[in-house]
């Protein structure tokens, strides 16, 4: 268990900081990354990705801080945790593709890319893929019971937050009066009660 709790500790702290970071070099600078291209722009950031990777993984036990223990109140927190988390993942999936999740519509060239999501999981909440980030990188950081792997979790939730007010600028950008009324009438976050 200590051995699993360690893997899982060591693959969030440096897989999920370059993956959040992806978005905030991704989105702030879109226009910059639509006139470069697709492929240079997925060459740049999967080496910048593989590096912060690389660089964290070299760093890791300085990042996982201390070890808390085997703590089995921990791993059902982890458990119940987990369960929403891979519910929002089965209901993004029918509507989020890979390409989609990778950014690829929104580095169409003329801006226009894709088609906004806002059947299924995504008519009741914008943002299923953040709270499935959240939810999952809190059950880790549980289930691990690593202090550094708590103080990730907590930095996630605004780290994605910020990621989400850019991503809706230019989801607004690009969608315009319909994203609008798509931003007014579904929740953030949290669903609302349906009347």
């Known amino acids: 268990m200590t051995t699993a709790r360690y893997i899982i500790v060591v693959l969030l702290v440096i897989s999920l900081p370059p993956a959040v970071a992806w978005w905030f070099v991704i989105h702030p600078f879109v226009g910059f990354w639509r006139r470069v291209g697709k492929p240079i722009t997925y060459t740049v950031m999967t080496v910048l990705f ?9 760093m890791r036990d300085a990042l996982v801080l201390a070890d ?3 703590n089995w109140l921990m791993v059902g927190v982890a458990a119940v945790l987990i369960i929403p988390a891979i519910w929002l993942a089965i209901a993004r999936a029918q509507h989020l593709s890979f390409a989609i999740l990778a950014g690829v519509p929104e580095l169409d060239a003329d801006g226009a890319g894709g088609k906004l999501l806002n059947e299924g999981i995504y008519a009741v909440i914008r943002h299923p893929r953040y709270m499935e980030i959240v939810l999952g990188t ?3 950081a549980a289930f691990a019971n690593y202090l550094g792997g708590y103080i990730l979790a907590l930095l996630t939730i605004p780290a994605v937050h910020s990621i989400v007010l850019l991503e809706e600028k230019e989801l607004a950008a690009r969608f315009g009066e319909q994203y609008e009324a798509y931003r007014a009438s579904v929740p953030r976050y949290i669903p609302r009660d349906r009347e």
């Open 50 to 58: 593989l590096g912060g990777v690389a660089g964290l993984f070299a």
């Open 138 to 140: 809190f059950a880790y």
């Open 68 to 70: 808390l223990g085997t």
